[in-house]
């Protein structure tokens, strides 16, 4: 049975390595063409050609996703290279933990200018393109939306921002008669070069290795096993899909049961 998005164009940010990467390679698998945006024009290329070898189209373009230049400039590459947009995966960003009281304004607005803003405005800039198509909006935010810790208050203030203006724009959608689907992902522990990052960062705070950082973590979460990229990527496909149509304005956690509230 031919899939339901063959032929549709996804923009995913933060496309040319762990979650972001494995959602572009799943939407190709199911026909979708791809543009993949981020900063590192080698992570970008390598990943374009594992997606290519699906036999769709994978373009490519580095930029900083932190600035509106950056963000308008993407904007520019789908119009010369597509000229339409289904689906929008905002998956850029990346937060640094760290004690409260070292860490400097730098860091707090560097936490909210990729993940945050950089969404903010690709989804304002290719708003009327997915009206048009009646499109699909899913972000990658995480579990730090719906948790506390004082060691990592950047991510946990930029997730919760991030989940409230998921939750806005769904609200817009409603607003133009569900012309745009937008729904969230927040992941849990996931196996991504990011999340060797966040260990290290604990263990030195810690002052333990990566591996016991990383034990302590599953402990802590109650979980059996740290999660893939391929998780989180099979549930924003199905979001993508008709047959999600009717979920609108939710975030569901990918995170093996580790965040225990009602919601």
Request: some cysteine.
């Amino acid at each position: 049975m031919p899939s339901a998005l063959k032929s549709k164009v996804a923009i995913i940010t933060g496309g040319s390595r762990g979650i972001g990467k494995a959602i572009a390679h799943r939407l190709a698998l199911e026909g979708c063409d791809v543009l993949l945006a981020a900063q590192t024009r080698q992570n970008l290329e390598e990943a374009a050609g594992e997606i290519s070898a699906t036999g769709k189209r994978a373009e490519i373009f580095a930029t900083d996703l932190r600035t509106l230049p950056g963000c308008e400039a993407v904007q520019e590459k789908l119009e010369s290279t597509y000229g339409k947009v289904d689906i929008l995966i905002n998956s850029a960003g990346a937060t640094k933990g760290g004690l409260f009281l070292d860490t400097p304004d730098s860091q707090w607005e560097d936490g909210f200018a990729l993940k945050f803003y950089g969404a903010v405005r690709m989804s304002r800039l290719l708003w009327p393109k997915l009206k048009e198509a009646r499109g699909t909006v899913v972000n990658i935010i995480g579990g730090f939306s719906r948790t506390f810790d004082p060691d990592f208050m950047i991510g946990g203030v930029v997730n919760a921002a991030f989940a409230n203006f998921s939750k806005a724009l769904a609200g817009l959608g409603l607003r133009d008669d569900v012309d745009v689907n937008v729904n969230a992902i927040h992941p849990g522990l996931t196996v991504t070069e990011r999340l060797e990052e966040v260990f290290a960062g604990r263990a030195k705070l810690a002052g333990t290795t990566i591996e016991q950082a990383k034990q302590v973590g599953l402990e802590r979460d109650g979980i059996r096993r740290l999660g893939t990229p391929e998780d989180v990527a099979e549930l924003a496909c199905f979001l993508c899909s008709p047959e999600a149509r009717r979920i609108q304005g939710t975030a569901i956690s990918v995170d093996g049961g580790s965040i225990s509230g009602v919601y």
